[in-house]
């Protein structure tokens, strides 16, 4: 077993999806059914994969790359099939291989305007290689492609399955992270040819970055062409304006995987490649990282005070929210990214549940105008509760899993990595904390108006169905998972620690 | 008089040693071609239904000599150097074989169904590739001048194939002026190198060229018109006027020969040219190089923004897509190898995907008879299949792996990158930020497809014939593959030092 899994555990479950994909191109759009199950099937043994990997996972070495796999791939540019996970990459692709199955089984009956149920999972099959492909990959190349791959399927998700406007949400992601990561590949490239390492693995490009004394400025700027790329897919101030367009106008689905996981892709990418590879760059950059994590908390809580769409509001404290992992991140401690990571992790739990309960709400009211809302707890009681338990995860409730992700990001910019100015990163401290006030506010305020009082009078005759079943089961996971992550935060920390100690002492020495 | 001048010749004269092998592809299709010109005099009009197969079979056959000449995998020499048989040279070549098989496979219903004449333009189609082929192993001025007129000439007329369209007939007209304009051009820089340099050999030229007193502006001003007389056959701006007239007005199958074939049959002189000849002047070359580059992918992507009609769109992007492959030619000489690789490596990949992206052009033309990008609303909803192979090549075209295309752009990138020169950078900054403002148009034809309704709600299904079909799944398959396993062309692009030997100090 542990062979097969060494061998093929993350092989086979990042290209099966793919392999799915091309099945059920087959298959004819009419049998609905048909798709639906391949398509949950596929997703559900991947996501056996998943515990399976979970289980033979080494815990004692989360620093090394386990289940690793290294073929030749394109011999002219030196690129390899490399993949592997460590501490780092795994709970990212557990979390992956957690929310597909549930956006699916979601799905099974709510499939948005103009159905067509065969492409809708054909492109979610196609986002799963993708996701899966970049957390795994070990080398740049095979990183870049797969990072791609997941461009083209939400574009059509969020253009074809949309909202109103919807043609301009979509070309607009799409054209901002493709801007980014046409940046992105200049800078792998650089990395190449200046290290004259004649690979692009991630591991053995760090070292070569080390021994070879490549001046600081150009480090710097290489450092500015993958912060492009992985800033404008995080999304990080000022280039956070696609974000709350393509939430809002994507499918329900589109939105969970985009907050769950697809945002990931740009933090991942900053703790995997950019930190290690370019450790003295990123002490350079780390404070005005710092600075635009602040600027995002706190305008992304105001914006979210001034939204009068659910979604919309919601797609802002995803801004909010992830500026606390840059914060993380930017520190360049252990304690940082530990805090990082994790915040990832609830985040796409978090965040993703708020989204499936605000599909939901459109569909039983077919608006997310907060003020057109009201009484959601006496109309559909279930989906009001579970909505007050993912708004108080959400602001940082101890016991929930936002809080870990919150707290040790604000705590650790207290005391910065070595060469970081430690006065500026606690004037950062305070501020992130004030976001957390207003995370509160806009929260709360959000969780009154929709599920407090009476329903407003368009609705109150209305028979509002409470929960389905499709949706019991696509959700009581996800709140079991953050509330388990809350109370027992050591799972998710004693699983990347190792990794990310190990990660900073390589890179900062500290 | 006439007596003792021969016997004078003929004591002089020795015949060159002949490679037949090495020369047998082109044996082979000259025959086929000369044995379809026979078909078409001897069974006239009884012929035309012939025609289409028997020119895909020419086509095909030189492929074995090419294949067995890979096998082999020695590089020959014949004519004293005029002609070269290497990798590269067998790589074109059958890129262009299978080019012109795809073109004939786009032909073969259009032009039944219209109102041309059918076998003449077999005959044409062949003749064209038939001088594509000898340019790719030409390496003396003399050779690449008569291959280039071969190839051209054949093509101007095609280009007026619709006999009684205006259209046709202005495009046929432009791109013969422009063509004539650019060989005139040409010549006079070819005839000032053979003063310079005393030989019509590249490789002579290249030596001369080199040594310490060719400072002189006049081998300046002969490189300059060469490579601007190719500048015109490639379409980079600022000698691009004509393609968008030409490409629209042609009938579609010849554009997309044009748009490929023709295309890469300039670029592979140009290579040539730079690299066997003017590779001890870079200081000419590359600042030459970089402006058209930099010009082509910028002006061509900003006009391709406001096309409307598909087949413009198509040629203004071509426009953009040559300054990519001239981006490398302006970091030569601190990349050589990295540079051809990239050159070549781009022609074939974009052979592939572009001559797709027509053939889904004709096939949903075929219905709509209409080249607006509006007439592909709603294609999703009634012809999916065409849809999700017209979103693989236009996904390639603007570079998202895991698709061809994207191969051809990082390999250019990488031989920027490997220049290391401010020079270098800057440019595939330029050619960042151009692939980006690429993706936009390509996605309105995305757009219109997947996410509009069908004019007026016509939503009839696209009879698309078999040659389409075939003409499709060969470019979708070589789009694709070449995306995924990209090694497969490294077989033969990694095997450069044939033509990087005979640079001078190279």
Redesign the interface.
């Known amino acids: 077993m542990t062979d097969f899994l060494n061998d093929w555990g993350l092989t086979i479950p990042t290209f099966l999806p793919l392999v799915a994909a091309v099945v059920m191109m087959l298959i004819p759009k009419a049998e609905e059914e048909t798709h639906k199950i391949v398509a949950l099937a596929t997703s559900l043994v991947v996501a056996v994969f998943g515990v399976l990997l979970l289980l033979n996972f080494d815990f004692d070495r989360t620093k090394d790359l386990q289940f690793a796999v290294d073929i030749g791939w394109i011999d002219i540019i030196r690129s390899r099939f490399t993949i592997g996970v460590d501490g780092i990459a795994l709970p990212l692709i557990l979390l992956t291989m957690f929310v597909v199955p549930l956006v699916i089984i979601y799905s099974w009956n709510h499939f948005p305007e103009p159905h067509n149920p065969k492409a809708f999972l054909i492109l979610i099959m196609i986002l799963h290689t993708g996701m899966l492909g970049s957390f795994v990959a070990q080398d740049l190349i095979l990183f870049f492609v797969f990072f791609e791959v997941v461009l083209l399927p939400m574009y059509f998700m969020i253009g074809v399955w949309g909202g109103e406007q919807r043609q301009y949400a979509s070309i607009k992601f799409f054209l901002y992270t493709l801007f980014g990561s046409a940046l992105m590949i200049v800078s792998f490239l650089a990395l190449f040819v200046l290290t004259g390492a004649e690979t692009f693995n991630m591991v053995q490009l760090a070292e070569q970055v080390a021994a070879r004394e490549i001046a600081l400025s150009t480090q710097v700027l290489i450092f500015g062409g993958m912060f492009m790329g992985f800033g404008i897919k995080v999304p990080m101030f000022p280039f956070h304006t696609w974000l709350p367009d393509a939430h809002t106008q994507a499918p329900t689905q589109g939105s969970v995987i985009l907050a769950a996981v697809l945002l990931k892709l740009g933090t991942y990418g900053f703790v995997r490649i950019a930190l290690p590879i370019l450790p003295d760059a990123a002490i350079e950059w780390a404070p005005w990282i710092g600075l635009l994590a602040v600027i995002g908390i706190i305008y992304g809580a105001l914006g979210c005070l001034a939204q009068t769409d659910m979604k919309r509001l919601i797609a802002f404290s995803s801004v909010a929210h992830m500026g606390y992992v840059m914060l993380g991140i930017a520190t360049l401690t252990d304690f940082g990214i530990n805090a990082a990571i994790f915040g990832m992790v609830a985040h796409g739990l978090i965040t993703g549940m708020l989204f499936f309960i605000a599909g939901s709400i459109k569909e039983r009211f077919h608006t997310l105008e907060i003020k057109r809302l009201g009484g959601l707890l006496k109309q559909a009681p279930r989906v009001g509760w579970i909505l007050g338990l993912t708004t108080m995860a959400s602001l940082g409730l101890p016991g929930l899993a936002g809080f870990w992700g919150e707290f040790p990001a604000i705590l650790a910019a207290y005391n910065p990595a070595e060469g970081l100015n430690v006065t500026l990163f606690r004037v950062y401290m305070v501020i992130a904390a004030l976001g957390t006030v207003l995370a509160a506010a806009y929260l709360l305020w959000l969780y009154q108006r929709t599920a407090f009082g009476e329903p407003k009078e368009e609705f109150a005759h209305e028979h509002v169905h409470d929960m389905h079943v499709t949706e019991w089961i696509a959700w009581i996971p996800m709140v079991i998972a953050f509330v388990v992550l809350g109370l027992m935060p050591g799972l998710l920390f004693g699983m990347m620690d190792g990794a990310v100690t190990n990660m900073v002492r390589t890179a900062f020495g500290g | 008089m006439i007596a003792t001048l021969l016997a004078q010749v003929s004591s002089t004269f020795e015949p060159p040693t002949l490679d037949f092998h090495a020369l047998a592809p082109e044996i082979t299709f000259a025959a086929c071609v000369a044995l379809l010109y026979l078909v078409d005099m001897i069974k006239l009009e009884d012929g035309r239904r012939l025609m289409p197969g028997l020119s895909g079979l020419a086509l095909l056959a030189p492929l074995i000599p090419i294949m067995t000449l890979a096998l082999d995998g020695a590089d020959r020499t014949l004519f004293g150097g005029a002609f070269v048989v290497d990798n590269v040279a067998l790589l074109l070549k059958a890129t262009f074989f299978l080019s012109g098989y795809v073109v004939v496979l786009l032909s073969t219903n259009h032009l039944a169904e219209g109102d041309f004449w059918e076998s003449e333009y077999y005959l044409m189609l062949t003749s064209s590739l038939l001088g594509m082929v000898v340019m790719s192993s030409a390496r003396d001025l003399v050779t690449i001048f008569v291959a280039l007129e071969l190839l051209s000439i054949p093509a101007y007329l095609m280009a007026t194939w619709e006999k009684r369209s205006l259209r046709s007939n202005e495009a046929g007209l432009k791109y013969y002026l422009m063509g004539v304009f650019a060989s005139a051009l040409m010549l006079y820089g070819m005839s000032l190198l053979f003063g310079i340099s005393g030989s019509t050999l590249l490789t002579d030229i290249g030596a001369r060229i080199a040594e310490g007193n060719s400072s002189t502006p006049i081998v300046s001003l002969a490189i300059v018109l060469v490579i601007v007389g190719f500048a015109f056959k490639v379409s980079a701006v600022p000698f691009h006027s004509w393609a968008p007239d030409t490409y629209e007005g042609a009938p579609t199958p010849v554009t997309a020969f044009l748009a490929v074939a023709s295309k890469a049959a300039g670029f592979v002189a140009l290579l040539q040219l730079a690299f066997v000849g003017f590779a001890g002047r870079t200081d000419v070359v590359e600042p030459l190089m970089w402006v058209l580059a930099a010009a082509s992918m910028t002006v061509g992507n900003l006009i391709a923004l406001r096309q409307t009609n598909i087949v413009r769109m198509l040629a203004y992007s071509g426009i953009a897509q040559a300054g990519f492959i001239l981006a490398p030619f302006a970091v030569m000489s601190d990349s050589a190898t990295e540079s051809l690789?990239a050159v070549v490596t781009y022609l074939v990949i974009y052979a592939a995907m572009n001559l797709g992206a027509f053939a889904i052009v004709i096939a949903v033309a075929r219905k709509t008879q209409s080249g607006e990008i509006s007439s592909f609303g709603g294609l999703?909803g009634y012809a999916?299949g065409l849809t999700?192979a017209m979103?693989v090549f236009l996904?390639s075209l603007a570079g998202?792996?895991?698709l061809g295309g994207?191969?051809a752009k990082?390999?250019v990138?990488?031989a920027?990158?490997?220049a290391?020169t401010p020079w270098g950078?800057s440019l595939?900054?330029v050619m960042?930020?151009n692939?980006?403002v690429a993706?936009?148009y390509y996605?309105l034809v995305?757009?219109a497809m997947?996410?509009d309704e069908a004019p007026y709600g016509d939503t009839s299904p696209v009879r698309v014939p078999v040659s389409l079909i075939s003409a499709t799944g060969l470019t979708a398959g070589a789009t694709i593959l070449f995306g995924v396993?990209?090694?497969l062309?490294?077989h033969f692009?990694?095997s450069l030092e044939g033509i990087i030997a005979v640079l001078p100090g190279g």
């Open positions: 690789t999703f999916p999700v979103t996904a998202i792996p895991p994207w191969f990082f390999v990138f990488k920027l990158a490997t290391g950078y595939a900054v960042a930020v692939s980006v993706f936009y996605a995305l757009k997947w996410f396993f990209p090694g062309l490294g692009t990694g």
